[in-house]
């Protein structure tokens, strides 16, 4: 099991920068890929970005060049970068933890709100 623990969310202008941790505890030798997804009301759930135990990012094409994910091995915890945020980037933003082997489980985090005003 993975625990994951979400932080720094929160209200800003646009073009603003917000920073959200995700610390994971638990079995986190098991832990592959961490990432961020978001969900929009009436939307699904998507991806923002991630990046492997390698550190080996990708990201959706709405951010890139605004948003960065890294990854602290040693803390256990990913964080993410929002630069020039944009009304449509308002969201709850989840942390994501693919572990296991041979089967693979995916752990979320509770979400936390990110609000962009225009």
């Known amino acids: 099991q993975v625990q994951l623990v979400e932080s720094g969310g929160g209200l800003v202008q646009a073009g603003g920068s917000l920073r959200l941790s995700c610390g994971a505890s638990?079995?986190?030798?098991?832990?592959?890929?961490m990432g961020w997804y978001r969900q929009a009301p009436g939307k699904l759930r998507e991806l923002v970005a991630d990046i492997t135990s390698g550190g080996m990012s990708n990201y959706a094409d709405s951010v890139k060049g605004r948003f960065t994910i890294s990854r602290d091995n040693l803390k256990n915890t990913v964080y993410l970068q929002m630069n020039s945020l944009k009304p449509e980037d308002t969201a709850v933003y989840y942390c994501?933890?693919?572990?296991?082997?041979?089967?693979?489980?995916?752990?979320w985090g509770q979400g936390t709100q990110v609000t962009v005003s225009s």
């Open positions: 638990g079995n986190i030798r098991s832990i592959n890929a």
């Open positions: 994501n933890a693919e572990a296991g082997a041979i089967i693979t489980y995916n752990y």
